[in-house]
């Protein structure tokens, strides 16, 4: 009598992990890049919009530039890089990139006008009324 065995192996997909991506046909996740972000289950990087950067590799997200700071450059790794402008007596009320990528982001403060992130004070006996 003969016996016969036969093994079947199934192979398991694991998501591909945050801060890498997997390409089609890759058995190995590779590193996200500066200056890109890689969420999970990338098949390729993305790059950080502007108003964002990712300064070292391995990154699932962009860090939002911080303060009065606003860039247009998509694909920074610093943020002076990304942000090189400041908003001049104004302010950025948001907290995303889109809030830090173009100089109408830059909100005048009170006692100020102008607009496109120059504010000027308001002379004296004198106030802006919006």
């Not at 390409?23 to 972000?37: I, R, V, Y």
């Not at 998509?74 to 995303?96: D, E, K, L, M, R």
């Not at 109408?104 to 009170?110: F, N, S, V």
């Amino acid at each position: 009598t003969s016996t016969s065995t036969t093994t079947t192996t199934t192979a398991t997909t694991e998501p591909c992990p945050p801060g890498r991506y997997c390409p089609a046909n890759s058995s190995t996740p590779l590193p996200c890049p500066s200056g890109f972000f890689c969420p999970e289950n990338s098949i390729a990087p993305f790059l950080c919009p502007a108003g964002s950067y990712s300064s070292s590799a391995n990154q699932s997200s962009c860090t939002v530039c911080s303060g009065n700071l606003w860039g247009t450059l998509t694909g920074a790794t610093s943020q002076a890089q990304a942000c090189p402008n400041t908003c001049v007596n104004s302010f950025i009320s948001g907290s995303s990139p889109s809030d830090h990528d173009e100089s109408a982001d830059c909100l005048c403060m009170p006692s100020t006008f102008g607009a496109n992130g120059v504010c000027t004070l308001c002379p004296a006996g004198s106030y802006a009324s919006s």
